[in-house]
């Protein structure tokens, strides 16, 4: 249930600050609700025809397919993780629910709506955002996982032999 309780929290976010965005500003338009820094942060909406950031305009049918792909692929996993790997599955819940969102503005728009302005990077929105955690979570949780087993062997018993 966490993989579908995170995906879903992650997609109703997602879906409706895109929503609210789409329907307060005209594309283009900006909004600064920090008035003293908005050329640090800003709501700005743009649309995306390509991946992250903007890399690979007007590729919006093959992303498609990938983010089918990594939808399935993260379902397919899922049901193989130990219960106890609950950070992970957290992850894939993250990962999920922001492929499904930005999935989804594909299919209806053609197009990813981003509105997250930094100013300094690319603009983004809470499914990008969803994705890059995800993947972060992920790449620590197995990097922990692999550090715990390698330290678990370094500190084991030797037999008389010397074999651990």
Known sequence: MILVGVAILVLVLDQLTKVWVSATLPEGGWWSPLPGLWRVFRITHITNSGAAFGMFPNQGNFFILVAVGVALAIVFYYRYL????????????????????????????????????????????????????????????????????????????????GNL
């Not at 492929?99 to 990008?128: E, K, M, S, T």
């Open 82 to 161: 130990p219960t106890e790997q609950w950070l992970v599955r957290v992850s894939l819940g993250l990962q999920l629910g922001g492929a499904i969102g930005n999935l989804l503005d594909r299919i209806r728009y053609g197009h990813v709506v981003d509105f997250v302005d930094i100013g300094f990077w690319p603009i983004f929105n809470v499914a990008d955002v969803s994705i890059v955690t995800g993947v972060i979570v992920l790449a620590y949780s197995l990097w922990r996982e692999d550090y715990v087993a390698h330290h678990d062997l370094a500190l084991a018993p030797a037999d008389d032999e």
